[in-house]
């Protein structure tokens, strides 16, 4: 029941930043345990930054400093702020808990020139 819709990527050149947004439905409380993932060309897909106990955010150490979760739960929605952009941050980004039964959406693809 749980649905999420991943939006907000494109083209981006190098430096440059991006919003993407997570639209959540079918529950309450899937906004609070919702994190970001990525897959970039030819590889698996990987955490890019997820809750954890205490209100916490773990980011991969490759994106510290550049990305930041936030959540609106009045929109029932999380978003992933993208700065300092870098060729190696293409990848197409999925919103998810990463365990069932959460479903994996379409993503959005995020592409970034130098």
């Known amino acids: 029941q749980v649905q999420l819709v991943e939006s907000g990527g494109g083209l981006v050149q190098a430096g440059g930043s991006l919003r993407l947004s997570c639209a959540v439905s079918g529950s309450a409380f899937a906004i609070n345990v919702i994190g970001w993932y990525r897959q970039g060309p030819g590889k698996a897909r990987d955490v890019v930054a997820l809750p954890v106990s205490g209100g916490s955010t773990n980011y991969a150490e490759s994106v510290k400093g550049r990305f930041t979760i936030s959540r609106d739960k009045a929109k029932n929605t999380v978003y992933l702020q993208m700065n300092s952009l870098k060729p190696e941050d293409t990848a197409i980004y999925y919103c998810?808990?990463?365990?069932?039964?959460?479903?994996w959406g379409q993503g959005t693809q995020v592409t970034v020139s130098s």
């Open positions: 998810n808990r990463g365990a069932w039964p959460y479903p």
